[in-house]
């Protein structure tokens, strides 16, 4: 299971779209990362961008991995 994940510790402008300690599944996006973006999927399944500094990447236990996942 390769899925990545971040937390967020920033949420400056995005208020409402973003949680600061959250942790968000990220989706690879090459194009996104050429413009400094992260694209996240939030709890209702959608996917957003948003700038990389807002967030750091984290590494789970496998079995948070499999219940962040399901």
């Known amino acids: 299971m390769n899925v990545k994940f971040v937390m967020c510790i920033n949420k400056k402008g995005y208020e409402v779209s973003l949680e600061r300690g959250k942790v968000y599944k990220v989706l690879d996006d090459e194009k996104a ?35 962040l996942v399901a």
Do not use: C, W
């Open 33 to 67: 990362s050429q413009h400094k973006l992260t694209r996240v999927v939030d709890e209702s399944g959608e996917d957003y961008l948003f700038p990389n500094e807002y967030f750091v990447p984290i590494k789970l236990p496998k079995a948070a991995k499999m219940a």
